[in-house]
Every structure is written in structure tokens, then in C-alpha cells.
């Protein structure tokens, strides 16, 4: 039901925007979060938005360096990643569920196939 996309290889230092959309949910009526999955470890969620709050938060490992974003009319989803490290590299999902003031730490339903991000040099 989500689809990622825009993942692939980038050396350190690089950037790169993934988006998320859904063709049967629509996104703006639920709490969306980025997960990665980095190979051998726990999924980590990254960063998320409630449904009916604007403020985004960010996992440490992320913050000052990844942007979520959300266009509240569309519910079209997108995340900036800059200053990419090799410590990034993971499979990025997007997540979708009905929570409307906040969103870090709890279960998601709907969850995308997930988009590989690799970065090395």
C-alpha cells in the first residue's frame, strides 16, 4: 500500500530525497514515520509526523542532517537526506498509522517495500 522511492548509491558526503506515496491510503489522514534497517540490526524509526501536529521528530542518529516532510494537501511525503555517512546505508521505509499527537515509538500498520540507500565511496 506505501511505496518508497528515490534510494541508491551516493558517496559520503552526498544527498539524496526519498518519497513516499500510497495508492489506496490517504496519507494525510495518518501519522507517517521513516524507518531503515540497516543489514544484521532492529528496524530504527528515523523520523515521524502525527496526523494532526506540523512538529517532526528525529531519531539523534539523523537529526540536523535528514528533513521529513509533508505536503498537507497532497499527503505527499518526502525525506532529504544530506551528508550522507556509510553508517546510512540501510533499506528506508516508509510507515503509515492512526495516530493524531504523536507518532515516535509506537506501532505502525501499513509499512512500503522499502528502497535500498547505500552510501560508499
Known amino acids: 500500500q506505501l511505496v518508497e522511492s528515490g534510494g541508491g548509491l551516493v558517496q559520503p558526503g552526498g544527498s539524496l530525497r526519498l518519497s513516499c506515496s500510497a495508492s489506496?491510503?490517504?496519507?494525510?489522514?495518518?501519522?507517517i514515520a521513516w524507518f531503515r534497517q540497516i543489514a544484521g540490526k532492529e528496524r530504527e524509526e528515523i523520523s515521524c509526523?502525527?496526523?494532526?501536529?506540523?512538529?517532526?521528530w528525529y531519531a539523534d542518529s539523523v537529526k540536523g542532517r535528514f528533513t521529513m516532510s509533508r505536503d498537507k494537501a497532497t499527503g505527499a511525503v518526502g525525506l532529504q537526506m544530506n551528508s550522507l555517512k556509510p553508517e546510512d546505508t540501510a533499506v528506508y521505509y516508509c510507515a503509515a498509522a492512526d495516530l493524531h499527537y504523536s507518532c515516535a515509538g509506537f506501532p505502525y500498520e501499513y509499512y512500503g517495500q522499502g528502497t535500498q540507500v547505500t552510501v560508499s565511496s
Open positions: 489506496d491510503l490517504t496519507l494525510a489522514y495518518y501519522a
Open positions: 509526523v502525527p496526523s494532526k501536529e506540523d512538529s517532526i
